[in-house]
């Protein structure tokens, strides 16, 4: 079957670093999303990784691992802001996108 | 940037009333829309894929005499909640895609919270 596995929840400060991680198995591979969603809105896209390496964006960056199945989101200088959950997705050889149960990221001062 | 417009954001309705929520694509063309579902605290969940001019695909379990789709053009598309009972209360959210499919990703539109009294 497809599996997306991320942690449910993280704690970090205001002004550090945090790293999400994500694994996956899927039938295929046609890249891995991350988006952002705040509670109670709808998710909005961060980032897109489909060659292996770091894709820096501002102060979030995401790396991809296609061999180990592996990837990372990011996040510098947390602000309050950042608290949100954050989703990882992954797209199929159908290009189909999978969904992980998202990480919830609390920030505190 | 791509802009998907949904819309109601917020219906309260009386049980056994139909609701059709809109989803637009304001600043390019969806050959591909998507409809998810989404319960509090727990991720999204695909309930079909709206393709422009032909019949929705639905996924496993989700009943398609419930949830109506149409794609009747390019920037819109439509899910029909019929006869909606208090169960199908939920967050509902479209999603299009710009482009080819490749790396594009999905945009998604403010969602609508429906609550069926």
């Known amino acids: 079957g497809q599996n997306i596995d991320q942690p449910t929840e993280m704690t970090a400060t205001e002004g550090a670093i945090v790293q999400i991680n994500c694994t996956y198995q899927?039938?295929?591979?046609?890249?891995l999303f991350w988006y952002q969603q705040h509670a109670g809105e709808a998710p909005t896209f961060l980032s897109y990784n489909v060659l292996d390496g770091l894709e820096e964006k501002g102060r979030f960056s995401s790396f991809l691992s296609r061999s180990k199945g592996y990837s990372y989101l990011l996040l510098k200088e947390l602000q309050m802001k950042d608290s949100a959950s954050y989703l990882c997705?992954?797209?199929?050889?159908?290009?189909?996108?999978?969904w992980g149960a998202g990480t919830k990221l609390i920030i505190k001062p | 940037g791509a802009v998907v417009s949904q819309h109601p954001s917020w219906v309260i309705c009386k049980s056994g009333t139909s609701v059709k929520i809109e989803c637009r694509s304001l600043d390019f063309q969806a050959t591909t829309m998507f409809w998810y579902r989404q319960f509090p605290k727990q991720s999204l969940m695909l309930m079909a894929t709206s393709n422009e001019g032909s019949k929705a695909t639905y996924e496993q379990g989700v009943e398609k005499d419930k949830f109506l789709i149409n794609h009747a053009s390019l920037t819109l598309s439509t899910l029909t909640v019929t006869s909606a009972h208090p169960e199908d209360s939920s967050f509902y959210i479209c999603s299009a895609r710009d482009g080819e499919v490749g790396g594009q990703p999905q945009h998604f539109g403010d969602g609508t919270r429906l609550s069926i009294l």
């Open positions: 899927t039938s295929g591979f046609n890249g």
């Open positions: 997705a992954v797209m199929d050889s159908n290009y189909q996108l999978i």
